[in-house]
């Protein structure tokens, strides 16, 4: 990203949910300009603003891990919307020695984002499976759903390996094509908690 500005426009295409399930009510929001992402609301107002929410934590994951932020694109495409959020904001918000973001609005969150990689399968549904935590498998119908799923799946996979006792891997980068997954705010602050408590290494895994 160039430029001394603080906003910044992206892109942020609304589909009607239906396209990817008839059953299926409200827009799928995704981001041009960040593969990653995806989102959803219950109409077109509501799809936006959590479009916006969805950037701010895109923005805080890239600027923490030190990856490249996105050039806006000049010209939107056909069902895309601009986006604006305030990325120097966002960036004077971000702590140097801690696992913890401060996103632009609202309260302070520790943000925990697993990578998911997708696999298209034969039946018109998405297989999502963790990176880092192999367990975490699960399947989904269109964008918004497989995030839902994969959301479950790593909860419930994060959750099984503390009780055991057992190691629960650091997130690695989210890659070209994968899904960025946030754990649940309070499922976060518990793994922190676990981390401290069991010692682990404070390296990321290697992709």
Same mark, same amino acid.
């Given at each position: 990203?160039?430029?001394?500005?603080?906003? $910044?426009? $992206?892109?942020?295409?609304?589909?009607?949910?239906?396209? $990817?399930?008839?059953?299926?009510?409200?827009?799928?929001?995704? $981001?041009?300009?960040?593969?990653?992402?995806?989102?959803?609301?219950?109409?077109?107002?509501?799809?936006?603003?959590?479009?916006?929410?969805?950037?701010?934590?895109?923005?805080?994951?890239?600027?923490?891990?030190?990856?490249?932020?996105?050039?806006?694109?000049?010209?939107?495409?056909?069902?895309?919307?601009?986006?604006?959020?305030?990325?120097?904001?966002?960036?004077? #918000?971000?702590?140097?020695?801690?696992?913890?973001?401060?996103?632009?609005?609202?309260?302070?969150?520790?943000?925990?984002?697993?990578?998911?990689?997708?696999?298209?399968?034969?039946?018109?549904?998405?297989?999502?499976?963790?990176?880092?935590?192999?367990?975490?498998?699960?399947?989904?119908?269109?964008?918004?759903?497989?995030?839902? #799923?994969?959301?479950?799946?790593?909860?419930?996979?994060?959750?099984?390996?503390?009780?055991?006792?057992?190691?629960?891997?650091?997130?690695?980068?989210?890659?070209?094509?994968?899904?960025?997954?946030?754990?649940?705010?309070?499922?976060?602050?518990?793994?922190?908690?676990?981390?401290?408590? #069991?010692? #682990?290494?404070?390296?990321?895994?290697?992709?």
């Amino acid at each position: 990203m160039t430029g001394a500005r603080d906003r $910044f426009r $992206f892109r942020a295409k609304l589909t009607p949910a239906e396209a $990817f399930d008839p059953a299926d009510t409200g827009f799928v929001v995704e $981001f041009p300009d960040w593969p990653a992402g995806v989102t959803q609301g219950e109409d077109e107002a509501d799809a936006l603003d959590a479009a916006a929410d969805a950037l701010r934590v895109l923005v805080a994951c890239a600027i923490k891990e030190g990856s490249d932020i996105p050039e806006p694109a000049a010209e939107l495409g056909p069902g895309e919307h601009w986006v604006e959020i305030n990325v120097q904001e966002i960036a004077k #918000q971000q702590p140097t020695d801690k696992p913890k973001r401060e996103l632009s609005m609202g309260p302070p969150v520790e943000v925990i984002i697993y990578p998911f990689q997708l696999t298209p399968d034969e039946n018109g549904t998405t297989i999502a499976q963790g990176v880092d935590i192999p367990g975490a498998l699960t399947f989904g119908v269109g964008p918004a759903d497989t995030m839902a #799923q994969a959301e479950d799946a790593l909860l419930t996979a994060v959750d099984w390996l503390m009780r055991e006792g057992k190691p629960v891997p650091r997130p690695s980068e989210v890659g070209p094509g994968e899904m960025a997954v946030a754990l649940r705010e309070d499922a976060a602050a518990e793994l922190l908690e676990y981390w401290a408590v #069991q010692h #682990q290494p404070a390296e990321r895994a290697k992709g």
